[in-house]
């Protein structure tokens, strides 16, 4: 770790990528992310990096496409109606099994919205937004260091299981500055080898081919099943959270990225007043933490949870499923890009206990 | 250290961004942890903006500041924004060369500074932004004068490096302004 440095989100996630050894960022502005290509466009080519603005988001995506299949670690960043055209796109490198990262800086929606904070895209992103039966590794960072600290995470989960990786930020997380510390370079030369890759004859007779294509269903099934043998994996393995005060908490808060921030400070609120109010915060979407929600469900002393999002409710659907209904999963959220104040969470919180005795 | 946090708002091109980025390099400087997080979104010159910025030795939870303990208003559409939101207790800082209009909360404490004319006598007109900042740092304490100077210092960098002086300057006429006048 190096220096403090007050640095914007969208620009630090940029140096986070080049620190975990990605040097090629293909993409297409759109606010409020636009700093990050920004950046990338100054930086890659002093780290013999390449930068290309595409001419839209399907060129940008199908250009990850091409040079991840020469086996090269490479990002794209963009926010929720960029990431919208970039979903056929998605599917195919899902489909043909390659490592990508992609940075959804979460705008306001659906259509074109605004381009204030939101966590509508939950659904498009941990469900599969684009066709066929596949899912994305989904992360999502609650603090500018911690975009720095799972870019890395990213690169290594993409390339280990030959998925593509989102990273799910939102508005505010692009647009904040915050004092940062970044990790040292990693050396790309040291990256495990990737032998599929369609870079070259690689001494063997025969060329590496890359594609999600079988035309006959017998072929295509075995592909469907080890991809999902991969999936099977993932969520046995790379289940990241975050628990705050649970340890004693009958009062358990649900929530993701910026959100869960803001979540952190009602409960310094609720605590000093005396009530045993905790958070658990997935920091990977896509794996869910089911058994860890399903934990505090089957504990006696949780009485409920609340699911707090920036939007309708999308998250809580996982909520629900993994805690099996063993416990009310109530919900608060705002919409349109506004953010919820902590004194609205607490009333609300306030209000559910109060019902709950 | 408690939580410092400080709310700027005022048009467009008077430098609150600068101000607020400043403030938090300052603390960032002295090794805290430090957020800020500026009004964007459809913009235009004269329009108004704001930042919130918070200043901790601990990590911090929310970056989002509806009732700030500080808040700086360098016109009037803002103090009519940002007054009712201030923490009780908290420091309403008021650009008075602009605003005429007089806060009505009994239960904050307001400065009342003449920016621009404090500005214009140390030598740099459009340098208000830089006397609140003085203001800023000596009424809360969240920074040490070192320290901010030390971020203006970076801020201009080598190519800014002659308007280093004049900054300090106007920078010093705002720590010299008596803020319980």
């Known amino acids: ?357 | 250290m408690a939580q410092h946090e400080l709310v700027a708002a005022g048009f467009g091109g008077q430098g609150i961004m600068m101000l607020g980025k400043l403030f938090a390099e300052a603390g960032v400087l002295e090794g805290n942890y430090a957020t800020f997080l500026p009004s964007y979104g459809p913009a235009m010159r004269g329009g108004t903006a704001n930042c919130a910025i918070v200043i901790s030795n601990e990590p911090i939870a929310s970056p989002v500041l509806p009732h700030p303990k500080v808040c700086v208003v360098m016109n009037l559409p803002s103090l009519k924004t940002f007054e009712p939101l201030v923490a009780p207790g908290g420091i309403l800082i008021i650009n008075s060369s602009l605003i005429k209009e007089k806060a009505k909360r009994t239960d904050i404490k307001t400065i009342y500074v003449p920016a621009n004319e404090i500005a214009e006598k140390a030598g740099m007109t459009k340098a208000a932004n830089i006397v609140i900042l003085g203001i800023v740092v000596k009424a809360t304490g969240a920074v040490k004068v070192e320290s901010t100077k030390e971020a203006i210092k970076q801020t201009l960098g080598e190519a800014k490096a002659k308007y280093l002086p004049i900054n300090l300057q106007v920078l010093d006429a705002g720590l010299n302004f008596d803020i319980n006048g």
């Open chain 1, 1 to 357: 770790m190096g220096e403090k440095l007050l640095m914007k989100g969208a620009e630090a996630i940029g140096e986070a990528a080049i620190r975990a050894g990605c040097r090629h960022f293909f993409g297409y502005p759109i606010t409020p992310q636009n700093e990050a290509p920004a950046y990338m466009a100054r930086r890659l080519p002093e780290v013999n990096g390449t930068f290309l603005q595409a001419e839209s988001e399907v060129a940008a995506i199908n250009m990850l496409y091409g040079c991840a299949a020469a086996g090269k670690r490479v990002i794209t960043t963009s926010s929720s109606p960029g990431i919208s055209l970039m979903q056929e796109g998605l599917s195919y490198i899902a489909g043909s099994e390659l490592p990508v990262v992609v940075m959804n800086v979460v705008r306001g929606g659906p259509g074109l919205g605004d381009i204030a904070p939101a966590q509508g895209d939950y659904f498009q992103a941990v469900k599969g937004g684009g066709h066929g039966d596949y899912h994305l590794i989904v992360l999502a960072p609650s603090t500018v260091q911690e975009s720095i600290d799972l870019m890395q995470l990213a690169f290594d989960l993409a390339d280990k299981y030959r998925n593509p990786v989102m990273m799910l930020s939102d508005g505010l997380l692009g647009q904040m500055m915050e004092a940062v510390e970044f990790p040292g370079f990693v050396d790309i030369e040291k990256l495990p080898k990737k032998p599929w890759a369609a870079d070259s004859m690689q001494g063997k007779r025969s060329r590496n081919l890359v594609n999600s294509f079988d035309l006959l269903p017998e072929g295509l099934e075995v592909m469907n099943k080890k991809m999902w043998a991969k999936y099977a994996d993932v969520e046995k393995n790379e289940v990241k959270f975050e628990e705050v005060e649970t340890a004693d908490a009958e009062y358990i808060f649900v929530a993701y990225g910026t959100v869960a921030r803001i979540i952190k400070t009602v409960i310094k609120d609720l605590r000093s007043k005396g009530h045993k109010v905790g958070l658990i915060r997935p920091i990977t979407l896509y794996p869910f933490p089911k058994k860890q929600l399903l934990a505090l469900a089957e504990n006696p002393r949780v009485k409920f949870f609340l699911d707090i999002e920036l939007s309708f409710g999308q998250m809580i659907e996982d909520v629900k499923l993994s805690t099996e209904f063993k416990k009310p999963v109530h919900f608060y959220g705002r919409q349109g890009g506004m953010l919820p104040e902590p004194n609205e969470i607490s009333e609300v919180m306030l209000k559910l206990m109060k019902e709950a005795k």
